[in-house]
């Protein structure tokens, strides 16, 4: 009786790239303490926090992406590359609009980087059976992709019938 929902390592996979990418994120807001008040002189800007948020993110992602491949069978080479440069793409540029000042660098890194995520969505739910409309997922960043990795895979299901 097995209902094809996520194992316990998958559903651990994406909480930890999940976690690893909202620190990133988080890394890279207080990269530059000043955007949030002047009253934070004291506060040393440090270049490091750049590079490690990148890192995080990074290890975010690639977690992230083993949680989402451990947890479709139809998913083909082709189609699980097209979703790790869709993800990966969206995901660094959303980061470089955490990272960067001005807001119309800012508006301009997430307009690019929502069509990205969006695909990568649209793939995804296409190879576990769904359809494209699930792919409007994408809109929530990685939060709408973790719930595209928690839904049960429905390709299978129909093949068992």
């Given at each position: 009786m097995d ?13 930890v790239?999940l976690s690893?990418i ?20 004291d506060?040393?800007?440090?270049e ?12 975010g ?7 989402a ?14 979703v ?7 995901l ?11 807001m ?23 190879s ?32 068992e019938?």
């Amino acid at each position: 009786m097995d209902n094809h929902l996520p194992d316990r390592a998958t559903v651990l996979l994406a909480i930890v790239g999940l976690s690893l990418i909202a620190s990133g994120f988080l890394i890279a807001l207080l990269s530059y303490p000043t955007r949030f008040t002047s009253l934070v002189h004291d506060f040393p800007h440090d270049e490091n926090r750049a590079l490690y948020a990148i890192i995080a993110v990074g290890l975010g992602i690639s977690t992230f992406l083993k949680s989402a491949s451990r947890n479709t069978q139809a998913m083909t080479a082709q189609q699980n590359r097209e979703v790790s440069i869709a993800l990966s793409a969206g995901l660094f540029l959303q980061l470089s609009a955490v990272m960067q000042g001005p807001m119309p660098w800012i508006a301009m890194y997430l307009l690019l980087s929502t069509p990205l995520l969006v695909l990568a969505s649209v793939r995804y739910a296409v190879s576990k059976g769904y359809a494209k409309l699930f792919g409007a997922f994408g809109l929530f960043s990685v939060f709408g992709l973790t719930v595209l990795v928690m839904l049960p895979e429905r390709r299978s299901q129909r093949q068992e019938r």
